[in-house]
């Protein structure tokens, strides 16, 4: 093996000699690609959290990193940060629910016995109440019938439930019913049939038995279009003593045998004013963007480059995508491979196209917020400072640190029909087993510049057990092999640096499976807008081919109903999904402009 990796080694090796002898003017060598991720990923940094103290030291870094070889701001731009302002997370501002039995009112507002739901309306509403029961609806694309609102009329009431789902179902009922359990579906299920807000209770034979729901991180720009909050065991006390014959031990014993003809029930001369207060947390992240002039500058009219990666990760996994075990909860996720592994290799990169003459402007990009929804590089390709019809290519790094077997994975490669020969040229150096694959929809920021029509590839090395957690440390990084893409990935950037013409784009349909096989999810091809705050799911785009193509969608509308459910936000849109079926039209309502329509489109099955 060591045979192999040297005589690998060696093409690559040379190449980069080549690079640095045309460039002999120049200083000391720059920093490796393991003191990029060993600093990165430092206890220093925190991981690294969108907004975070430590996403601004990695800012700061690579800053410093991009002065040292050269680069530049882009032209109009006076600093290599590019903040942008995105939802971090909600807290309650200071909510309440007044409980009114006759004419005698308690009003509640201590933190520890009422909070908004991090969904919520920030509004305050009145009503008469009806308890349903876990507040659970399970659609009836489902084999298992559930409907805690049958024969209950909600409509303009204050709705009741109880949190989690049935207690003594057996197993699997539970099952069925954890699905639709969590309390966005309920909302959504609530506000749906009319519901003026709600009130959920953690019952006395529940875990966390009396205890309010704490405020959850949510990066929803808009609410659910319901006031929503979580009520203490005191005040479910209050509500429920209005009934003389029940309790509600024993109410939620009827309801925890999972039978689904128990039916919930109104309460009389009761009225709740529940008034939710919610405040979006604003904060700032910064992209960081440079770019290495063309040489000469005659060549400067070409379209240019853009290599890239997201350096920000999950700070202490508080954002609720940690894969961590419940004893690292908290630790600081270091995100060594995600992303400070595809940091290193643009910097490396960057570093020795720096060294070399360039027909075309090279643009070297840094994103943060990858991980709460491709937020920094939407917010580019939204804004671009560079005008997207002058980007001949760009080229995206993430999770490239940890080969195996000498394995390395190019995705997106159907954007361009250069790509093919231009990846099997470079490889004959480089030597790694490269696995192709056309699809551009991948969950990483390569899909925000397919979106707006540039030619893109994406480099990967696969996931691995230490993905999203505490573990994935610098330590763990393959570095030869880091070094061995760098070096291919930038032979690949300087041919396309040197080339007459940038490679041509073409926009790849998504490859559907329409068999019908039990289990296949649903495939609606559609790409959510995650950056702006809209009532309704804003498309940042539609893929190729797919049923959202075909349906007449398109970037920019905004999807408001979905299979006669309301849409406020991308949960909604989620949990409607549920209500589809493969093969089957659905109505879709949505807002193009300042005009309101309506399109029908046909589910496929995704792979």
Excluded: C
């Amino acid at each position: 093996m060591a045979t192999l990796l040297r005589s690998r080694l060696v093409p690559l090796l040379t190449l980069l000699a080549g690079i640095a002898a045309s460039a002999s003017a120049q200083s000391a060598a720059p920093p490796t690609t393991r003191a990029h991720v060993e600093r990165l990923a430092s206890p220093s940094m925190e991981g690294r959290l969108a907004g975070s103290p430590g996403e601004q030291q990695a800012a700061q870094y690579l800053v410093e990193q991009l002065t040292r070889m050269g680069a530049r701001p882009l032209p109009g731009q006076t600093s290599m940060l590019s903040p942008f302002t995105f939802t971090a997370g909600s807290k309650d501002g200071g909510s309440s629910i007044t409980v009114t039995r006759g004419t005698t009112p308690s009003t509640f507002r201590s933190s520890t016995e009422v909070q908004a739901l991090s969904f919520s309306d920030s509004a305050e509403v009145s009503g008469p109440v009806v308890f349903a029961g876990y507040g659970i609806v399970v659609p009836s694309s489902a084999t298992f019938g559930y409907d805690s609102y049958q024969g209950l009329d909600v409509k303009d009431r204050i709705v009741v439930v109880l949190r989690y789902f049935p207690e003594d179902a057996d197993a699997t009922t539970r099952a069925a019913l954890a699905r639709y359990s969590d309390l966005r579906y309920k909302a959504q299920a609530a506000r749906q049939r009319g519901a003026k807000a709600l009130v959920v209770i953690t019952g006395p034979r529940s875990p966390n038995a009396g205890a309010v729901v704490p405020m959850s991180f949510d990066t929803a720009l808009a609410g659910s279009g319901l006031v929503a909050a979580s009520a203490s065991g005191a005040v479910a006390e209050a509500i429920f003593t209005a009934l003389d014959d029940k309790t509600l031990e024993g109410v939620q014993k009827e309801f925890d045998a999972g039978n689904p003809h128990t039916t919930g029930f109104a309460i009389p001369n009761l009225t709740l004013t529940v008034s939710a207060r919610v405040v979006r947390e604003q904060q700032t992240g910064r992209n960081v963007v440079a770019y290495l002039p063309a040489t000469p500058a005659a060549a400067a009219s070409r379209p240019w480059v853009v290599i890239g990666a997201h350096y920000d990760h999950l700070g202490r996994g508080s954002a609720g995508n940690s894969l961590a075990a419940a004893d690292q909860a908290g630790q600081i996720h270091h995100g060594a491979d995600d992303n400070a592994s595809g940091t290193a290799a643009v910097l490396a990169i960057a570093d020795a196209l720096a060294r070399v003459p360039r027909k075309r402007h090279l643009v070297v990009a840094f994103w943060s917020g990858e991980e709460l929804g491709l937020i920094g590089s939407t917010a580019f390709v939204n804004a671009p400072p560079v005008p997207i019809a002058e980007m001949a290519a760009y080229l995206n790094f993430d999770m490239v640190g940890r080969s195996t077997d000498n394995k390395l994975t190019v995705q997106a490669t159907g954007t361009s029909p250069a790509w093919p020969r231009l990846l099997e040229q470079a490889n004959v150096a480089a030597g790694f087993d490269l696995v192709l694959q056309e699809d551009p929809y991948q969950p990483t920021d390569v899909s925000s510049f397919n979106g707006v029509g540039v030619a893109s590839l994406a480099f990967f090395t696969g996931a691995h057990t230490d993905y999203h957690k505490p573990s994935d440390t610098a330590e763990k990084i393959n570095y030869d092999d880091l070094d061995r893409i760098a070096g291919f990935a930038g032979t690949i950037a300087r041919r396309l640096l040197d080339a007459d013409e940038p490679p041509l784009f073409t926009k790849v349909e998504q490859k559907t499976d329409t068999g019908g096989r039990a289990g296949l999810r649903i495939f609606t091809g559609t790409i959510p807008d995650y950056a702006t705050e809209v009532k309704g799911l804003l498309l940042g785009g539609v893929i190729g081919g797919g049923p959202a193509e075909q349906a007449g969608l398109q970037k920019g509308d905004i999807i408001v109903e979905l299979a006669g459910q309301s849409i406020a936000n991308i949960y909604d849109y989620t949990y409607a999904l549920d209500l589809l079926k493969i093969g089957q039209p659905a109505t879709v309502v949505y807002t193009r402009g300042s005009a309101r329509r309506t399109t029908t489109l046909t589910p496929s099955a995704r792979k």
